[in-house]
């Protein structure tokens, strides 16, 4: 039986692969600080392969045995969680990363970053493809997150270039799906929350920045090819379609019948402009695009939210 490790697997992303992981017959160590992770998106793995280590990865962390991989998902990822921890962003993603990839060279294990598409910053290319080097302001509010991740991408390279490590990094473009927190106000889940509630749902500029939205199950099933895949350099995860904030706004609002209605605030400082992934590389090495659509991923995520009935 292979075994893996998986950092931030409270988290929404993290406690998705680590469940992925345990069906396709692996055991899986979880180690999270939940800072912004929860027990409660891993609850149900108690009575499996799954063992949970309270722990913060910046520290040393030593698990004993068989490792196979080691894959690196602890982070704050919402733009609400980043500007709240600043410092414990940039630490996990410089000094956790550096421990992960110690863990994974001490063990022999292959290695697996999850990266962003922050990386790319406010692009000037678009679609944006692997090759670009982004647009990145490494002193706003924004640059802790975006920056923490440039730098986890160059340590592993060097881990990968200096060491031999068999490593992968993955480029994160929008995802959503069940046990995002919403209150951590990424689109989809403040949306979601508010049309839930009957409250005005905020759109922030006048609506027409894009986003490129891949269900949770479509970025699993792409994480799991990459994981098996012989491709060391970065590859995008996301979905080509693009919407703009005010047409995901209306589209939330027909699908959840509210009534809500959309007011409009000022646009954040560096809140990229347009987002869409240039996915050639993943079809290429992976045969991997997203196959669901984003009307049915965004009803089963709300379907998740909604209260039960009387």
Known sequence: MRRA??????GFIGSHLAETL???DYTVVGIDNLLTGATENISHLVNRDFTFIKHDVT????VDGQVDFVLHWASPASPIDYLELPIPTLKVGALGTHKALGLAKARGARFLLASTSEVYGDPLVHPQHEEYWGNVNPVGPR???????????????????????DTRIVRIFNTYGPRMRLTDGRAIPTFIRQ????????????????RSFTYVSDLIDGIWKLMNAPVNDPVNLGNPRELTLLELAKQILSISGSKSE???????????KVRQPDIGRARRLLKWEP????????????????????
């Open 195 to 210: 049309a839930l509630r009957g409250e005005p749902l905020t759109v922030y500029g006048d609506g027409s920045q894009t």
């Open 5 to 10: 490790i998986v950092t931030g697997a409270a």
């Open 59 to 62: 520290n040393y962390m030593y």
């Open 143 to 165: 640059g802790v997150y975006d920056e923490a991740k440039r730098f986890a991408e160059a340590m592993t390279m060097a881990y990968h270039r200096y060491h031999g490590l």
């Open 291 to 310: 196959t669901l659509a984003v009307e049915e991923g965004l009803r089963r995520t709300l379907e998740w939210y909604r209260p039960p009935g009387p």
């Open 262 to 272: 959309i007011v409009y605030r000022p646009l954040p400082v560096d809140d990229p």
């Open 22 to 24: 345990l069906d396709r």
